[in-house]
């Protein structure tokens, strides 16, 4: 046993009051009972966390998905678990999950956090705690005005790891950014053996097209998406290292999801897309590093739900609506060629906000591959979102049919088209904050129970 000082008891009580408060008065309120926590307490994690194998979970896309499918995978092998599944990120949203799950009668016992960090968050965090395992998922660019390029975001995220030398690294061995980081942290690979194109050419707008060694272009044996794949460097001889968990070949490929072989056994996974094999892939390496048994993971991928906003599927007066969340070129471009694998007719809605955990800077958008909507069968092209008439111009220049656009300024507009629609499927592509308020305004009208 051991004895909580008194600073860390009031941080703890007032913080889980005014979380239960802000659940009834705001339906929310996932980040402010952190920031009342760290300022009774900035010491507080290292109390919240003394009991927990942490798995902290960060890179630019599949955060959200990828913590997700670990912690149902641990959850479904009756560990005990808890996770800040809102996707709070920052560090007083970590704050907020560890004091809501934390309990003065069980504080001795260990259980598994398994946590979604922001990247320029994750040194922060291990100021005071040294994770389990640190798992970064992929670096694009992302929120240019914030992050700068994907270099400063590696070194964001390398600041926090350098502080754990003792954590285990779960690492994306097809991101080149990734590989020979010379840190004495025990480190497992995870990558693709196949490719789901047969591409070897880098697209122009692809990230970390240059050698990190030599700044010579790679090659690739094959890319998967953007700048992720088999890579190599003829200059330097630079290269992809050894993977310890492969995808080894995709047998199958859905609107619902995908068949795949993980180090010679089949998976389902029932998410669909490249991207999602990928969060699965990690999401399988993570646990296996944990010492989950194969056949847990196995029954726990194919039964996975897609959590809020990640190709969520909702009914809207009959109407299947799949809202997908967008936020950089690169995974756009596999948002739009999962939707891409719908051979049916569709509608289409695109959701266009500058707030700030967007990113004020939306010219990214014309690095994004609209063109291949053109050749898509899409009936109503709904668009919405603060900055709509930035993207009704890049859907037109895309070569999307004018006459097919519907302009909703709000989303009651949106919603009173959605039920419009002669055919029944929907997809949205939204970003984060779009996204958010889309979702707030639909349990507002009864249309999603569960808000968080």
Not at 73 to 81: C, E, F, W, Y
Not at 153 to 175: H, S
Not at 345 to 362: K, M, P, Q
């Amino acid at each position: 046993m051991w004895k909580i000082n008194i600073k860390s008891f009031f941080s703890i009580v007032i913080s889980k009051i005014i979380i239960k408060l802000s659940k009834i008065l705001f339906k929310g309120g996932s980040n402010f009972p952190g920031k009342v926590a760290l300022k009774l307490d900035k010491n507080i994690l290292k109390v919240l966390c003394r009991n927990y194998k942490v798995i902290l979970i960060t890179g630019t896309n599949g955060k959200t998905t990828t913590t997700s499918m670990v912690y149902n995978i641990l959850k479904d092998a009756d560990a005990r678990v808890i996770t800040n599944s809102t996707g709070a990120n920052m560090i007083t949203g970590i704050v907020a999950c560890f004091v809501k799950n934390y309990s003065f009668k069980r504080c001795c016992e260990t259980s598994y956090a398994v946590i979604e960090c922001d990247e320029a968050n994750v040194p922060l965090f291990t100021d005071y705690v040294t994770p389990q395992v640190i798992t970064v998922t992929n670096l694009f660019r992302d929120q240019l005005d914030r992050y700068g390029e994907v270099y400063t975001t590696l070194n964001k995220i390398l600041q926090g790891i350098k502080k754990t030398p003792l954590t285990n690294l779960v690492l994306n061995g097809d991101e080149s950014l990734l590989g020979d980081l010379n840190l004495p942290n025990r480190t497992i690979y995870y990558g693709f053996n196949c490719s789901p194109t047969e591409n070897k050419k880098v697209e122009i707008n692809a990230d970390a097209k240059f050698c990190k060694k030599c700044k010579n272009p790679y090659k690739y044996n094959f890319l998967t998406y953007s700048h992720l794949g088999d890579y190599y460097c003829e200059n330097c001889g630079y290269k992809r290292p050894d993977l310890d968990y492969t995808l080894d070949e995709i047998k199958l490929q859905t609107p619902e999801g995908s068949l795949i072989m993980i180090n010679g056994k089949e998976y389902y996974i029932n998410q669909p897309g490249v991207y999602n094999m990928y969060n699965a892939l990690c999401a399988y390496s993570i646990t296996r590093v944990c010492g989950i048994p194969t056949s847990h993971i196995y029954n726990s991928l194919k039964n996975q739900q897609s959590t809020f906003g990640r190709q969520e599927s909702i009914d809207i007066d009959g109407k299947k609506v799949k809202i997908i969340l967008v936020k950089n070129p690169a995974g756009y471009d596999q948002a739009i060629n999962t939707i891409s694998l719908d051979n049916r007719t569709f509608n289409l809605a695109v959701l266009l906000n500058d707030n700030y955990a967007d990113g004020r800077d939306v010219s990214w958008i014309w690095d994004v591959n609209f063109e291949k909507l053109s050749h898509l069968d899409i009936d109503k092209i709904m668009i919405s979102g603060i900055r709509l008439y930035d993207m009704a111009v890049r859907l037109k220049i895309a070569g999307l049919p004018e006459k097919n656009f519907v302009i909703c300024k709000t989303y009651e507009k949106l919603v009173d088209e959605i039920k419009n629609c002669k055919l029944d499927t929907v997809y949205i592509l939204a970003t984060y904050t779009a996204m958010i308020n889309f979702r707030k305004f639909l349990n507002l009208k009864g249309y999603i129970k569960k808000l968080w």
